[in-house]
């Protein structure tokens, strides 16, 4: 499990160049002050976590439980409330503050998102289907899966079948990216290659956990 992670937001794709005058394509992430809002345990809660948020939040659209947490735990409400999954919490407290250049460049880590949502998507574009002939008698079948059941035994369709239907807007890990740049003034993430998710979606950055 990770040893150390973070919330940012994901901004687009850009490009820089490395000391060797190569472009490289790098994924933006801004990754604002996370605050610790509470910090989980093996012994209390079965699992090691800390909860996290971000940014800043209007205390009167809270709803009364959050405000209470958030009062609780003495700590400036913010826009989410994140757990961040990691080894050992015996390094954070309550109110501690996590910057983004906790991060060193150079260092592998792991990124999950929520993937774009594709809507109903067919078979060729969902599961990679090759589709039907475009000729020798094909006629209005050509991205269709074709025969997907049995004849009389067993008379119906088995479970797990690729079938059309909605595809993406999933959670998705991309493992062992490198960290290009971790500026915590600018409060910027570069992260080299594609991330996933849309723009402004929420992103976990964590440590890699299979580092080569």
Known sequence: MATKAIVGTKVGM???WDDNNQVVGVTVLRVQPCRVVQVKTSENDGYSAIQVTYGMADPAKLTQPEA???QRAG????KDLLELRLDDVSDYSVGQQIAVDMLDSGEKVDVTSVSKGKGFSGVMKRHGFKGQPAGHGAHKVHR???A????ATP???FKGKKLPG???AGRVTTL?????SADAETEVLLVKGAVPGPKGATVVVRNAVKAA
């Open 14 to 16: 850009t490009q820089v």
């Open 68 to 70: 209470g947490h958030f």
């Open 75 to 78: 700590v400036t409400p913010g």
């Open 144 to 146: 269709k899966p074709g």
């Open 148 to 151: 997907v059941g049995q004849c």
């Open 155 to 157: 008379s119906r369709v």
């Open 166 to 168: 909605r595809s993406g």
């Open 176 to 180: 062992n990216l490198e960290v290009v």
